[in-house]
């Protein structure tokens, strides 16, 4: 089974740019399932279940969605197997910008929009500077200058991965990336040994385990305060 991550910032596009690589699956006839993660709620898997794709989907809740990402990803991986699919889809659900829900040796994809302004890749970290393919979507909405100068910005960002437009639309470019996501000789059996290409966003304070009080007495653990000294400079702020 392949095995591919596809993450990305809010409403970019990874469910609808999902479903027509999967209409370009069927057409090749490979099986495909997707595994649907998010924080409180999400419908997706209807949209799944509606162009009869197995689907499963988790919601993390109060945790961050990429720590129980990892925590579940092997299970996740083991339920793929056992459906006998030929690529296991899994949806990040991307919520912060420092977000790095990548393995080492599984190919992962970051879903970006033009929409989101020409500076948002510098603001985006290991979800867009890890990934190995950065699909740009709704390029239809932008003028062709506006394209060029965003795929500049990226590329400025992350110069090793693959760039490409594909419309979520109509699936202009669906077929395409399908064919650099699947690769029949890729073969995965287990995640076991595997490691993530970065480190999880660290955070172990009070308000991590449930406080609601504002102060600094109610503050421990990880707690990283604001430089606002005059002297702050060159983003040294915060740090």
């Not at 090749?28 to 409180?40: A, E, M």
């Not at 579940?72 to 056992?82: A, C, D, Q």
């Not at 991307?94 to 990548?102: F, T």
């Not at 867009?128 to 394209?147: C, F, H, N, P």
Request: proline letters at 4%; one cysteine or more; glycine letters at 10%.
């Amino acid at each position: 089974m392949n095995l591919v991550t596809i993450s990305g910032p809010p409403s970019s596009g990874k469910t609808s740019l999902i479903i027509k690589t999967i209409e370009s699956f069927k057409q090749r006839g490979i099986k495909v399932g997707v595994v649907k993660f998010d924080c409180l709620y999400t419908d997706d898997d209807k949209l799944y279940e509606k162009i009869g794709v197995p689907v499963r989907k988790g919601l993390s809740g109060s945790l961050c969605p990429d720590h129980y990402f990892v925590s579940n990803i092997e299970e996740v991986v083991k339920w793929g197997l056992e459906e006998n699919l030929d690529i296991l889809i899994t949806e990040s659900a991307g919520l912060c910008n420092r977000c790095s829900p990548y393995i080492k040796d599984i190919k992962a994809v970051c879903v970006i929009d033009n929409l989101s302004g020409v500076n948002t890749p510098k603001k985006i970290g290991p979800m867009l500077k890890s990934a190995d393919i950065v699909v740009i979507t709704k390029g239809d909405i932008v003028s062709q200058a506006e394209r060029e100068v965003f795929s500049s910005r990226v590329m400025s960002v992350n110069p090793k991965a693959t760039i490409m437009h594909v419309n979520g639309l109509n699936g202009q470019g669906a077929y395409e990336f399908g064919t650099l996501i699947y690769d029949e000789d890729d073969r995965l059996e287990s995640l076991k040994g595997k490691s993530l290409r970065f480190s999880m966003p660290s955070a172990l304070c009070s308000y991590c385990l449930g406080e609601t009080r504002i102060g600094e007495e109610h503050q421990m653990g990880n707690v990283r305060k604001i430089d606002l000294s005059s002297s702050c400079k060159g983003g040294s702020c915060g740090k």
